[in-house]
């Protein structure tokens, strides 16, 4: 982070900082609160270090860093992470998708993932995950920017995926209509066949017409390897996002060693930074690798409304092998991977 883009944050933040001095002893000043909590999410030290660096006191700390982070999420989540409502900004994604990752009609990937903390009191095996330790979920749409458009964070780490989807706001206005995403149309102007505009997801989602998933097996046709390659390189959009917010704010490569509703605090903090990095600062995407310490999240059993979504993904695979749709290197790279 850039002198410029501190000093342009903690403007929009120091009126929701300050505290009044008092008789007993001066407050501590909004810039070294926002000084603090950067720190913790951007070097993932422990509350005792930030003690000893900044003189403060360990509870004190716990409560700036809690106090903080809802601030961050509050002052720039409107603005930084808000989930598009109109056609125009629907379709802007979309265009970006099919530049950058050759998928027409892709809204968004999305993916879950676990975050790592200690196990909360008294909350028996309901942050338990597969993968034996104690987790909670940050589910999250992305763009072909790597800026995350929706995130759902705090399920118990024993849910899937799908259920998570299926509870959010936004599976809920996407059913309703007031997602108000673009009506369908041809995958490109040589073709009359109108398809849906959809988001991309791996296995564990369930299949529908606006949410396409790879098709499952081993011993696949051409067709099938092509489709599953080609939505791969849309879906790696939410992967390689998970990396880079990890990689920045790396307070996520260990387990967070607050309370759950602190922890859950922290990772809203995160997301809506990595997004207001992304607008306001040039050098926060360069040089960063995009390796995944957070874990996928298991496949989920359930199929319901899979028959006109496998009317949509067909409609893409015979896109994706057509002379129109095809792209040089398909072949190759679909039977290599």
Not at 141 to 156: A, L, N, Q, T
């Amino acid at each position: 982070m850039t002198v410029s883009t501190f000093d342009s944050l903690l403007a929009r933040l120091a009126d929701n900082l300050r505290r009044e001095n008092t008789h007993f002893r001066n407050c501590i000043s909004a810039e070294e609160r926002l000084v603090i909590t950067l720190r913790y999410l951007a070097s993932g030290c422990s509350f005792k270090q930030l003690h000893y660096n900044f003189r403060v006191g360990m509870s004190t700390i716990s409560k700036i860093i809690k106090e903080t982070c809802s601030v961050i999420w509050s002052v720039l989540s409107a603005e930084y992470l808000k989930l598009s409502n109109t056609e125009e900004e629907w379709k802007a994604i979309a265009e970006a998708f099919k530049t950058k990752a050759n998928f027409p009609h892709c809204l968004g990937a999305l993916d879950g993932k676990h975050i790592r903390i200690t196990k909360p009191i008294n909350s028996g095996s309901m942050f338990f995950n597969y993968k034996d330790y104690f987790s909670f979920i940050l589910f999250a749409i992305v763009d072909s920017e790597y800026r995350f458009i929706y995130v759902s964070i705090g399920s118990y780490g024993k849910e899937c995926d799908s259920s998570i989807l299926k509870q959010s706001n936004f599976w809920k206005k996407l059913n309703d209509g007031t997602l108000n995403i673009p009506r369908p149309t041809p995958l490109h102007e040589n073709m009359q066949e109108e398809i849906p505009y959809v988001f991309v997801g791996d296995e564990a989602f369930t299949l529908s017409q606006n949410l396409l998933r790879p098709y499952g097996g081993t011993h696949l046709d051409n067709k099938k390897k092509i489709f599953n390659y080609r939505l791969s390189r849309a879906r790696r959009y939410v992967e390689c996002t998970f990396g880079i917010l990890s990689n920045k704010w790396r307070i996520l490569h260990r387990p967070l060693d607050v309370c759950a509703e602190t922890a859950i605090e922290v990772v809203k903090a995160c997301t809506v930074l990595h997004n207001f990095l992304i607008k306001k600062d040039a050098i926060y995407l360069e040089n960063t690798p995009t390796v995944m310490p957070l874990v996928n999240m298991p496949a989920t059993q359930l199929r319901s409304n899979e028959g006109g979504g496998n009317a949509v993904r067909l409609q893409f695979s015979d896109y994706f092998v057509s002379e129109i749709g095809s792209v040089p290197w398909q072949n190759i790279t679909a039977h290599v991977s």
